[in-house]
């Protein structure tokens, strides 16, 4: 029963920053927030003959801004957890020429193999909460 009630979920996944996130639920993560960044974008650039949708979309786009960087934050912090390194280095995300190398580093480097002081494995909840 406690293994169900720590199964991953999207809240998880985006929103939490216990546990560990393998490469591949990384990569997707971040795709969804560029996608979902895009259609809003180009939405919005082709919304300018109905300024009522305009004004929806930038409404939208502008609270979407945070809930997307407080996300993309999450993952990174749990991609550095599944390296063996403490998540609070994925503030170096926030730095323009720093925050690409690091995300590249986030992509390929490989995970930490067994467990690690974050979680037993990963792409699940740390077991210890």
């Not at 720590?6 to 998880?12: I, Y």
């Not at 985006?14 to 795709?31: A, D, H, I, N, T």
């Not at 979309?57 to 990174?76: D, E, R």
């Amino acid at each position: 029963m406690d293994d169900i009630q720590r199964r991953p979920d999207l809240r998880w996944l985006f929103f939490s920053p216990s546990g560990r996130l393998g490469r591949g639920s990384f990569v997707k993560g971040w795709l969804f927030w560029v996608a979902t960044s895009g259609v809003l974008i180009t939405q919005l650039a082709g919304a300018e003959d109905n300024p009522v949708y305009a004004g929806l979309l930038s409404l939208a786009f502008i609270a979407f801004i945070p809930v997307s960087a407080i996300s993309m934050f999450m993952l990174g912090f749990k991609r550095a957890h599944d390296m063996g390194t403490s998540g609070l280095v994925a503030l170096l995300l926030l730095f323009p020429f720093v925050g690409f190398i690091y995300l590249a580093i986030l992509v390929f480097a490989p995970s930490t193999a067994g467990k690690n002081g974050y979680g037993v494995q990963p792409d699940w909840p740390d077991q210890q909460q």
